[in-house]
């Protein structure tokens, strides 16, 4: 009889259980890698842009148009939407009954959301100088994702995922009373190299 063969001892099985349950956990709650570095690099990519374009004082830093700015912005929201909902979708499917509902649901609240959100910029801010339709593109999109966050940790229950929707919700305001400078720099800042940081730490962890 090889060793493979033996009989396991009450030690080994329990090991092996307890393996099992926290790879099965690891899986239910996500990969950080999914659920937060897109939107980071998302971020810091299309608020550093926009920062170039505004700058603190009114005069821009680099040569990029503030419509320049904003698609970089939204086509990379768009990707790291696509890959935070394909991170949902991982996190869901061993579920199964109210829990597979609940997140189909939720990714498709992201496409609703950023749906609903480009239409409603796209009609208001030709109402607006320019300056002020770009932070209200900026401001609208974070404030979408800062509700979904908030909303997924509360489903299921995860209070890292909640108070991180809460920290977007709070960058976003400060920078929207500050000005689409601020708003730009406070972005990229805080919220695009921290959501990579916090996805990278959550990922050892994990």
């Known amino acids: 009889m090889v060793d493979d063969d033996r009989e396991k001892s009450p030690e080994e099985m329990l090991r092996v259980m307890e393996?099992?349950?926290t790879a099965t956990v690891r899986l239910l709650r996500g990969d950080p890698l999914l659920l937060y570095v897109p939107w980071g690099v998302a971020w810091l990519l299309g608020f550093t842009a926009l920062f170039l374009h505004y700058g603190l004082d009114g005069r821009p830093?680099?040569?990029?148009?503030?419509?320049?700015?904003?698609?970089?912005?939204?086509?990379?929201?768009?990707?790291?939407?696509?890959?935070?909902?394909?991170g949902v979708v991982r996190m869901v499917r061993l579920s199964r009954g109210d829990s597979s509902s609940r997140g189909l649901m939720y990714g498709l609240a992201w496409f609703a959301g950023m749906g609903l959100m480009t239409m409603i910029a796209s009609r208001m801010t030709l109402q607006l100088p320019p300056d002020e339709s770009g932070l209200l593109w900026a401001g609208f999109s974070l404030t979408v994702v800062a509700v979904l966050y908030m909303t997924g940790g509360a489903i299921w229950l995860q209070w890292p995922m909640f108070f991180i929707g809460a920290w977007v919700a709070?960058?976003?305001?400060?920078?929207?009373?500050?000005?689409?400078?601020w708003h730009a720099l406070l972005?990229?800042?805080?919220?695009?190299a921290g959501f990579i940081l916090v996805g990278g730490w959550l990922r050892l962890r994990w």
Do not use: D, K
């Open 19 to 21: 393996e099992q349950s």
């Open 61 to 86: 830093y680099a040569p990029i148009s503030q419509m320049q700015g904003v698609a970089v912005l939204m086509v990379a929201q768009v990707v790291a939407g696509a890959v935070a909902a394909y």
């Open 170 to 181: 709070a960058v976003n305001g400060l920078g929207v009373l500050l000005g689409a400078g």
């Open 187 to 192: 972005t990229a800042a805080l919220l695009g």
